[in-house]
C-alpha cells in the first residue's frame, strides 16, 4: 500500500468493529488515520470457514469504502499487500512510523486475545494510547460479575429479569408485559411443514475475485466458499434490510419453532443476524428496538417476540459476562477428562447418523446452523462420546460465521459441554434419539434405529447416553434437573448395565464409521 502521509492519531478499526454509528465517526477529523487490516495472524489463529474469512474481509473492505466517502482518511492492509507484516501489532509499528502519529487509539476488542495483545503492544510504545468503548453492548463487561457477586450459580434467568427491568424492555411498569417473564412452555414445538418456512432474506453477492486473492496468499480454510453467491450482509444498510424483512417474514412463527429442526428447512424461522451483530453492522438494540415496536403494533405475539428477545438481551449479554469473567482460563476446562479427537465427519459430513449429517452438513454448506442443530445435535453427540471439550471449541470457532471467542466459548465449553462442571448450564444438555426425534424428522429415514439401544444399528445416541450418566454418577446423581435418569438408571439389571456400558464403548472405538 502507498505510504500514509503525517497523521496525529491512528486509529484500529478490527474485523469485527464495523460499527459506522460508533462516536469515532461523527466529525470528520483530518488529523485522524483509520486503519483496517487483514492479517494471517487473524485467518490462521483456528482453522476457518472459507465464507467466515470472506464475508470478514468484504464487510471490511465495505467499511473501509464507506468511511473514505464520508470524507474519512483510511489505510486499508490488503491480505496480499507486500507492506503487510501478517500481525497486528507489527503492522501498527510501522503504519505508526510511516506517519509519524503521536497517538494510537482503538476500540475495546471483545476476545481475549486481542485485548492482550493490543494492551502489552501500547505498553512498548513511546506514543500515547486509547481504549474507547465499543458502544455496542447493553452492559460492561464486568456488569454480569457484579450481579452475580457472592451468588454460586449465575442463572441465566436472573440475569434476563433484571436485564428486562433495567431496559423498561417487555415490560409495563414494574411487571412483564403479558403478565409471564417466559413462554418457553408455548415455545417448543415440532414443525409440520406448515407455516412455510420464509424466504431466504439475506443478500447475494459475487466475491469470487477476493476469493481469488485470499486463497492466492495461502490462506488456508474448510466449508464451501460458494464465493460467487454468498449470502452474508457486507454493510448497515443490507442488515437493516434483513431485520427488516426478518421482523414482518419470520418473526411471527420464531417463538412457536425456535427449537424446531427439519431436513426440508435448515434456517426455518430463525433471523440469521449472528453475523450481522458480532460484527457489529447492527447493534442489539436496534434489534430488541424493532422486535419489541412490531409486537407492540400487534403484527408479532408476545410468546415470538419474548422468546426472540431473550436471546439478545439475556443470553447474548449474559454469555459474554460469563467469558470475561472466567478468562483467561476458561477454555482449559475439562472436568470429565474427554479426550477423543474429532472424526473425519465433522470435517466433511460423510456420517450416517442422519442427524449429525444434517447438522454438520448445513455448518459446512452454510457456515451456520441454529442454535438447536449446535447444542442438541452435535454438542449432545460430542459430549456423549468424550469428544476434547478444547477440540470441539476450536472447530466451532472455526466453522460458524458468528463464531468470535467472547460468544463461542462459554456456548460451547460451557453451555453445551458442561466442561466447566456447571458454572453456565444446569445440568448437561444431552439427550438419546427421543429427544431429537420430537423436534425434528431426521429419525425417519435413518440408517440407526431411534428406538434400539443395544443392537447393530441401533441409535448411537441412546447407549452413549445412558453410559454418560451411568459413568458420572459420582458428579450428576445429586443434580435435581437431571430428574429420573438415575431412578432409571437403578432399575436396570446389572446385565443391561453392562450391556450398555458394552455398546458405548464399541461405539467410541468406532466413532470413525458410524
Ligand atoms: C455450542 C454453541 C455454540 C454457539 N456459538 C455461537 C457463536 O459462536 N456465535 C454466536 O453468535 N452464537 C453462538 N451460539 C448461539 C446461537 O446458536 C447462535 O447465536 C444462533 O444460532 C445464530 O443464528 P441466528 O442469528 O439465526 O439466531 P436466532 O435464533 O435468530 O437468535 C437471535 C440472536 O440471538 C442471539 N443468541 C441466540 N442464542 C444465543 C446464545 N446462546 N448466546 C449468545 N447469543 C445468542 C444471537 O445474536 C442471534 O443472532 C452458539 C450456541 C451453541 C449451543
Ligand atoms: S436415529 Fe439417532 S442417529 Fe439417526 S437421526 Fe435419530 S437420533 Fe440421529
Known sequence: MKSPSAAAVVRLILGDQLNSQHSWFRAVEPDVLYVLMEVRQETDYVLHHAQKILAIFAAMRAFAAGLQQAGHRVAYIAIDDPDNRQSIPANLEWLMGQCGAAEFDYQEPDEYRLDEQLHAWCGTIAQA??????????????????LFEGRPKWLMEHFYRHMRTAHQVLMDGGEPAGGQWNYDHDNRQKWPGLPAAPRDIRPLHDHSALWAVIEGAGVRSFGEPHADHIRWPVDRSEALAQLDAFVKEALPHFG?????????????????????????????????????????????????????????LGWREY???????????????????????LPHWFWDGQTRMRCMAHAIGHSLEHAHAHHIHRLMVIGNFALLAGLDPKQVHQWYLGVYIDAFEWVELPNTLGMSQYADNGTMATKPYVSGAAYIDRMSDYCKG?????????????????????????????????????????????????????????????????????
Open 129 to 146: 494510547t486509547r481504549m474507547a468503548g465499543s458502544e455496542h453492548f447493553y452492559t460492561r463487561r464486568d456488569d454480569a460479575a457484579r
Open 256 to 312: 412457536q419453532f425456535q427449537d424446531a429442526m427439519s431436513s426440508r428447512a435448515w434456517r426455518l424461522f430463525h433471523s440469521l443476524l449472528s453475523f450481522a451483530m458480532n460484527v457489529k453492522l447492527l447493534s442489539p438494540r436496534e434489534v430488541v428496538d424493532a422486535v419489541q415496536a412490531a409486537w407492540r403494533e400487534g403484527a408479532v405475539p408476545l410468546a415470538s417476540a419474548e422468546g426472540f428477545i431473550r436471546q439478545i
Open 446 to 514: 435413518c440408517h440407526y434405529d431411534k428406538k434400539d439401544r443395544n443392537g447393530e444399528r441401533a441409535c448411537p445416541f441412546n447407549a452413549l447416553y445412558w453410559d454418560f450418566f451411568a459413568r458420572n454418577e459420582a458428579r450428576l446423581a445429586s443434580n435435581p434437573r437431571i430428574g429420573m435418569v438415575y431412578p432409571q438408571l437403578r432399575k436396570m439389571s446389572p446385565e443391561a448395565r453392562q450391556a450398555l456400558a458394552h455398546k458405548a464403548a464399541q461405539l467410541r472405538a468406532d466413532i470413525e464409521d458410524l
Open 319 to 341: 454469555v459474554r459476562g460469563v467469558y470475561w469473567a472466567r478468562m483467561p482460563h476458561y477454555a482449559e476446562h475439562n472436568v470429565f477428562g474427554h479426550t477423543a479427537p
